[in-house]
C-alpha cells in the first residue's frame, strides 16, 4: 500500500469488505478510501480491477458503501430497512453491467469495465447477504469505537468482531490490561 494511507481490512466477504473502508465509525473515524487512486487500489484488491476514478464515481462508490452499512445494520438489529439505502443499493446493482467468467482453476472471475460496474458487483453481494441467499448473519461488532455491521459465517454464529486482529485483540488487550491495573482508566 502506498504510504501515508492506512491499511485495508480486507475479509471474505465482498460487501462488508467494502463497508470496511471506514472503521471506527462510532469513535476518530478512519477513511481507507479518501482519495479516488485509493478506491482504484481497494477495487484492485478485490479483483475488481479499474483504469480510473472520478470525484464523483469515489462519491458514488461512499454513497454505496454507507447505504450497505445502513441495510447491514438494520438486518442484523432485525430492523427494516432504510428505504433510501435499499433504493441507492438497487440503483446501483442495476447500473452495474460486470460479467463474471471462469477461470480455469475453476475460480470467479469479473470483468469490468469502470467503477460503477465494479459497485454493481458489490451492489449485487450486499443483496445477496441481505436477502438472505448465504449461509450465516449479520452481526455488529462488540467494539464500542467501532459496531461494524459484518457477515458472521462461522459455524456458531457466535462471532463478536469484525475483525478479530483489530477490534478483538485491541478490546481482549484493554480488558487485560484493566485486570491488571484495576485503577486505571484506559
Known sequence: MPPGFPDFRLGSVLATSFTATLTERHGDAVERIPTPQRLVDWLAVNGLDV??????QLDLARELREAIHAAATATALQDALPASAVQVINE????GRATALLTPEGDRRWRVSGVEDALGVI???????I???RDGKFALCASPTCQAAFFDASQ???RRWC????CGNRQKKARFNQRRNPGSTR
Not at 483504469?51 to 464523483?56: E, F, I, K, L
Not at 451492489?123 to 447477504?129: H, N, P, Q, R, T
Open 51 to 56: 483504469d480510473s476514478c472520478t470525484t464523483a
Open 92 to 95: 446501483c446493482s442495476a447500473r
Open 123 to 129: 451492489a449485487a453481494d450486499a443483496i445477496s447477504l
Open 131 to 133: 436477502a438472505g441467499e
Open 156 to 158: 456458531s454464529r457466535t
Open 163 to 166: 475483525d478479530m486482529n483489530t
